[in-house]
């Protein structure tokens, strides 16, 4: 957050912006360091991703490249349209070296106002945290400090702990009826922002912008350099700091949660709907369905059952619309695993339980390992089976030579898609093995370590927000897989604090508010994650454990919209 050649940059991105502007594109700082900038470019309304700008103050040159979410097409576009840009060279001064940190300006005076605070984000190892110093007549009254677990915070780095600490400040100043507030910043994108100076093109920034708005707080922008010895501003940063070391994870960006703070007469009684599948109307289903509804009654929320079919999805006159369009309620449950429909209700603004990527990440057992991958989470070695297509044959042998060399006999083969246990084998040797190869030549799966210790027995935890509510371990004698609906029984469990944690960990890095949580046993009864169920099947677990979990989600959804 020490932008030493910030005004280099600064100049760069004018330079940028006018060329861009100039073909339709519209841009927006998303980040910046000491030698690097961050441009997000939109078309159209659309996200192309973002340009990334390396400065060379030695040399006085910069140079392009693409972050990983702008395609090489785009990227190639924007070098044409950027092809007159000459590197931008600051004049050379015989008393400094270029990009010399300049002396402190003077803070502006805002001993007039009661009430300061000093607030700032920090990225460490793929977290965003946010931090802030609250003072009032000089006095410390409340240090604040948190995780922003979105992924658009994580595409942004520390800008989101920045928004998020402001507004926090905001939201305090708000309960404690405090109408005016200082508040010490030093990235000055979150006052231009605020103020209109800069244009608001995201969905996170504008959101910032419309909750500053909206509150009625009369605010005094101050910008303060960055670790430049005042003593709130480090305390704040430290806050920060310890705000990304938080245990929590990167989901879908959550507009409505972090950032509009200050919504106006919120409901007395929420509206909801609960979706589900119009394919699976069979006892099982229907009783689940049956079980939100009593719940949803009970906490006086109005819940309205929708399946998938019925809601209609359509693209009208080139608008996301539904078929007949509804009137739009303050949440979604959202119980199946039509992503497709999961993401156009969310690009039409409502707010979803779980969410589209959550939903899919849990679907597909090869995205679930991925994306718990390199984050200390305990799984079983993988091995996930290519891509191949029907008319291009291959010789089979090298692959297979290649599971059998990482994994020992039996190997666990599973396919991507899959529920209840049905699409799980178990190959004994290499004719077993070729021969489910050639069964699932052509579908997503995956080949797996066999965990020996967890034969015919594994646990199931619910997680809803922040703990574990319910947990039952499934034993089968007569086969490897312990599901209760390959014949398995299930007797409530009290799971370790290592369960525990890791159930929640897992939960969250997939970006659920809700899932169960399959874990193996190992060698040493430790857990080992299995998969991870988003929209997990709850009649069961409620039989054995006698937790009502309908009831559990549905208070936490409650709590996090009121």
Known sequence: MAFICEQELLNIYQHVDSLLKGHGLVSEIALIRDYLLKILVSENGKSLGKLIVDYSPKKETHSFRRDSDLSEDDFNRLL???????????????????????????????????????????FIDGRVGYGAVILEEGEIVAEISGLVDTPDAFNSRQVAGEIRAVLEVLKWCERKGIDKVAIFYDFQNIEKWATGEYRTNTPMTQAYKKAVDQCKISITWVKVESH?????????????????????????????????????????????WIVYNGSLVTPKYTEQNELFMAA?????????????????????????????????????LFYDKDVRLARQLELMGLRLFNSAETIALCDDKIMTHIALANHGIPMPKTIFSPLLFPVCPVDEGPFIDKVEKTLSYPVVVKEAFGSFGAQV??????????????????K?????????????????????????????????????RANVSA?????????????????????????????????????????????????????????????????????YIKNKLV
């Not at 178990?426 to 093995?433: F, G, I, P, S, T």
């Open 80 to 122: 044409s349209i950027l092809g007159a840009v000459a590197p931008v060279k600051e004049p050379k001064k015989a008393d400094k070296q270029p990009c010399e940190k300049k002396p402190a300006a003077a803070v502006k005076d805002v001993s007039h106002i009661p009430c300061h605070a000093y607030v700032d984000g920090s």
């Open 228 to 272: 430049t010895g005042v003593p709130m501003n480090e305390r704040a940063d430290e806050l920060a700091k310890n705000g990304a070391r938080q245990l929590g994870t990167v989901g879908t960006w959550d507009a409505p949660e972090q950032m509009s703070l200050f919504p106006v007469d919120p409901p007395k009684t929420l509206r909801g």
């Open 296 to 332: 949803a009654q009970r906490l006086d929320i109005q819940l309205e059952p929708h399946t998938n079919d019925a809601l209609g999805a359509a693209v009208l006159n080139g608008k996301l619309s539904l078929i007949p369009s509804l009137e739009a309620p303050d949440f979604v």
């Open 425 to 442: 084998y178990l190959a004994q040797n290499r004719d077993e093995l070729f021969a489910l190869r050639k069964k699932l030549i052509h």
């Open 444 to 480: 997503p799966h995956l080949y797996q370590k066999f965990v020996s210790s967890s034969h015919g027995r594994d646990v199931r935890l619910q997680v809803v927000g922040d703990e574990v509510v319910a947990a039952m371990m499934r034993t089968s004698e007569s086969d490897f």
């Open 487 to 555: 014949g398995g029984k299930m007797v409530p469990f009290i799971p370790s604090k290592a369960f525990s944690d890791l159930a929640v960990k897992a939960a969250k890095r997939v970006g659920a508010h809700f899932a169960g949580v399959d874990l193996l046993f190992g060698p040493s009864d430790e857990p080992i994650l299995c998969e991870i169920n988003s929209n997990a099947h709850i009649k069961n677990i409620m039989d054995c454990t006698g937790v009502d979990v309908a009831d559990r989600i549905l208070r």
